[in-house]
């Protein structure tokens, strides 16, 4: 996490293989959700084009207060 963007690196044994860099100011939405339905670690972030990414991430109140911020 910058101050500009959110860039997500995958472990080895996630499906997502490829890096993923969204600009802070398109982000245009964000919600919590249970990884598998079990694990509270999932960030869904939604962009202004209308995609969304979800991530499995540790610490996602700290990004959710952090792009919070940076946004307002």
Same mark, same amino acid.
């Given at each position: $996490? =910058? +101050? #500009?963007?959110?860039? /997500? !690196? ?7 293989? +490829?890096?993923?860099? @969204? ?6 939405? $964000? !919600? #919590? /959700? %249970?990884?598998?339905? @079990? /694990?509270?670690? *999932?960030?869904?972030? =939604? =962009? @202004?084009?209308?995609? +969304?990414?979800?991530? =499995?991430? *540790? #610490? !996602? ?5 952090? @792009?919070? %911020?940076?946004?307002?």
């Amino acid at each position: $996490m =910058t +101050e #500009k963007s959110l860039s /997500f !690196r995958a472990h080895a044994l996630n499906v997502q293989s +490829e890096p993923l860099d @969204i600009p802070v100011r398109d982000i245009v939405g $964000m !919600r #919590k /959700f %249970r990884t598998l339905g @079990i /694990f509270a670690n *999932g960030l869904a972030v =939604t =962009t @202004i084009s209308g995609d +969304e990414h979800r991530l =499995t991430i *540790g #610490k !996602r109140g700290a990004f959710l207060e952090a @792009i919070t %911020r940076l946004n307002a």
